[in-house]
């Protein structure tokens, strides 16, 4: 069975500073997708960023990319220039094709001006 | 357009009531979800229809009633429930069923009393 581990339950950042949220997977499948959702206290799930196992190269999206290493099952998000809007859970998140999105507990970030 | 409609919003309701949840997606996709949520915790699938018919029932109870009257529309039926159920109802869409990024809608936060 897939799992999702993030490791960092709360963070905090300075508004304008980096950070990095760590997400580690478990999974003996080759082909899978991974995500970041963000939930801010709006409670919409917003997706943030996928990246697919079979692409080396890792996935941008603005002021959002990951750190994708495949073989320590490891899908880091770093937030860029952070903004008070970037506050909310993010969730990193693992589907294999034809299963389900399977959740990992979660990082509360808060941008702090 | 990667817009996922729910209402209502807001829900409070008694253990004895008949309610329903709706959702909508128009972005021609043909899979949608409901999931359940609760506080500061990862959403847990309930329900996944792919092509308007009901593929997957996570063991939910059955005072909890799934329809997809067509591809666009998805509703919960709700009688009977309990104060536990209290909680935000989440509905997505991808463009096929587990297979491809979900699209969340803003959810609905029901209070059964």
């Known amino acids: 069975a897939q799992t999702v581990t993030q490791s960092q339950p709360e963070m905090s950042v300075q508004e304008a500073e980096t950070v990095t949220l760590s997400c580690t997977y478990d999974?003996?499948?080759?082909?899978?997708?991974l995500f970041w959702y963000k939930q801010p206290p709006s409670r919409q799930m917003i997706l943030v960023i996928r990246?697919?196992?079979?692409?080396?190269q890792n996935a941008t999206e603005n002021r959002f990319s990951v750190n994708f290493q495949k073989a320590a099952k490891s899908f880091s998000l770093k937030i860029s220039d952070s903004q008070l809007g970037d506050t909310a859970m993010y969730f990193c998140?693992?589907?294999?094709?034809?299963?389900?999105?399977?959740f990992g507990q979660g990082t509360e970030l808060s941008v702090k001006p | 357009d990667t817009e996922v409609t729910q209402t209502p919003k807001h829900l409070v309701m008694g253990m004895t009531n008949k309610k329903s949840l709706k959702c909508e997606q128009h972005?021609?996709?043909?899979?949608m979800y409901w999931y359940k949520q609760k506080a500061k915790k990862p959403p847990e699938l309930m329900f996944v229809?792919?092509?308007?018919?009901?593929?997957i029932n996570e063991s939910v109870p059955s005072r909890f009633s799934p329809e997809c009257p067509n591809s666009s529309l998805l509703n919960l039926h709700l009688h009977a429930l309990q104060p536990e159920d209290s909680a935000l109802y989440l509905c997505?869409?991808?463009?096929?069923?587990?297979?491809?990024?979900?699209?969340f809608g803003p959810g609905t936060r029901l209070t059964v009393t």
């Open positions: 972005m021609g996709h043909r899979a």
């Open positions: 997505a869409s991808s463009q096929l069923a587990l297979s491809y990024e979900q699209y």
């Open positions: 990246q697919e196992a079979y692409k080396q």
């Open positions: 999974t003996s499948e080759s082909n899978y997708y």
């Open positions: 998140a693992f589907m294999k094709p034809g299963g389900k999105l399977i």
């Open positions: 229809y792919s092509y308007e018919k009901l593929s």
